[in-house]
Nanobody, 114 residues
Framework: VELVESGGGLVQPGGSLRLSCAGS????????MTWYRQAPGKQRELVAS???????NYADSVKGRFTISRDNAKNMVYLQMNILKPDDTAVYYC?????????WGQGTQVTVSS
């Protein structure tokens, strides 16, 4: 399984970005996809997750601003990020957890700054 994130970049506060995570080598839709982020000097934290049954969870800090979605047919997961704040600056990683294993992408940088 390989995961590749894209869509990061520099955006002004209040702006939006849409992150994508493309999966390959996936043969079953029974897995959970999660977006994590890690800011400099901080621990990696969960941002949002979506299970195979569609159950969604968000970190309190992003509720109402971020939306996670997945397309099983395309093996894709997305993170729509709106009303971005400087505190959202981090490297964002997608994670696939399933079949007793966990896989990570290489991460994509999101910088929120004026």
């Amino acid at each position: 399984v390989e995961l590749v994130e894209s869509g990061g970049g520099l955006v002004q506060p209040g702006g939006s970005l849409r992150l994508s995570c493309a999966g390959s080598g996936i043969t079953s839709s029974i897995y959970t996809m999660t977006w994590y982020r890690q800011a400099p000097g901080k621990q990696r934290e969960l941002v949002a997750s979506v299970g195979s049954g569609g159950r969604i969870n968000y970190a309190d800090s992003v509720k109402g601003r971020f939306t996670i979605s997945r397309d099983n047919a395309k093996n894709m997961v997305y993170l729509q990020m709106n009303i971005l704040k400087p505190d959202d600056t981090a490297v964002y990683y997608c994670n696939l957890d399933g079949w007793g294993r966990s896989y990570w992408g290489q991460g994509t940088q999101v910088t929120v700054s004026s």
